[in-house]
């Protein structure tokens, strides 16, 4: 039969702070002093951990503290276990604060072009605690990874006025659309264009699914005007987009913001409405939003820093 295990010890962490101390003072009414109580429950204390550890910590007489050399032992392990601990409540601030932890941020290719990188150069200084894991990835994907918390937020392109429902949102850039052109191409000499000059043209498009809003207000825009788009290519990202342009294979709508992305062989015009008034067609507008579904402190500190940083306004969480 097996001999019951004797528990170890539990040693409170009071008690190794008022050893450190008398260790420190080698004098029981200056520790007793320090650690704000009275000197006879610090002398009774010191005694209480010496029986439970087995080991005299210090050598008494009526004029002096010394400590013995099984405490001069121990005095750096207490020492180092006291900062181990003060350590635990900093970081443990630092989570529920956000200044520390792990944000895992998703992003379409445009924000590329923009905004993204100053504001993760200028997070990561000013919040050095906390890891900004960055994704690439199509909204799409994006709304996969937010529903099974594979990501905590993702800056997603959408047309303007769409709310991604159960999402909340903040919205950090306005942008009209513009046409990317093979710099070869006859219109490439116009520096503005009208839309009736545009609609023949074959289309390089990325598949509905990826921005279903800015799809549908692109297809939108031909369709109001009795018109048919032709797909010539379907890509995903929108510098493979500029490339297949570049190659000729036909114009594309792209965000203002693309044009950073200074491909050789493409061109960008912005392209006015057709029609007057009530019958007017307009050339949609794109929006660049941070969605988010859960909040954690982390996330909470990257929405008050851009908030800071954003220029465009905030929207309330969607239904």
């Not at 788009?229 to 929108?238: L, N, T």
């Not at 008034?277 to 996330?299: D, F, K, N, Y």
Request: hydrophobic share 45%.
């Amino acid at each position: 039969m097996n001999k019951p295990t004797t528990p170890e010890p539990w040693i409170e962490l009071r008690l190794w702070r008022q050893f450190v101390t008398v260790a420190e003072e080698l004098h029981f009414g200056r520790a007793a002093q320090r650690l704000h109580m009275t000197q006879p429950p610090l002398t009774q204390a010191i005694a209480q951990l010496e029986r439970s550890l087995g080991v005299m910590l210090f050598a008494r007489t009526k004029r002096s503290v010394q400590i013995t050399p099984q405490g001069r032992v121990l005095l750096p392990q207490a020492q180092a276990l006291l900062q181990q601990a003060k350590a635990v409540v900093l970081d443990a601030r630092a989570l529920a604060g956000g200044e520390s932890g792990r944000l895992r941020l998703a992003f379409v290719s445009t924000v590329g072009f923009s905004i993204l990188p100053p504001w993760v150069m200028a997070f990561r200084q000013e919040f050095p605690g906390v890891r900004l894991d960055l994704v690439e990835a199509t909204g799409d994907v994006q709304l996969q990874q937010l529903n099974s918390d594979g990501i905590d937020a993702g800056f997603i392109l959408h047309a303007s006025g769409f709310a991604v429902p159960g999402l909340q949102r903040l919205t950090v850039a306005q942008e009209p659309l513009v046409l990317a052109l093979p710099e070869s191409h006859p219109l490439a000499l116009r520096k503005s264009l009208h839309l009736q000059e545009v609609w023949a043209q074959p289309l390089v498009s990325f598949p509905r699914r990826i921005v279903p809003s800015l799809y549908d207000a692109i297809f939108g825009l031909y369709q109001a005007a009795g018109q048919l788009p032709v797909v010539a290519q379907e890509a995903i990202q929108m510098q493979t987009i500029v490339n297949l342009v570049s190659a000729g294979l036909g114009v594309a709508w792209v965000p203002a913001s693309v044009q950073h992305f200074q491909r050789s062989g493409v061109v960008y015009r912005q392209v006015q409405g057709a029609g007057r008034g009530s019958e007017r067609i307009a050339v949609p507008a794109c929006e660049t939003s941070l969605v988010w579904q859960r909040s954690s402190p982390a996330l909470d500190r990257f929405m008050s820093f851009a908030n800071v940083h954003n220029a465009v306004h905030a929207d309330t969480p969607s239904n």
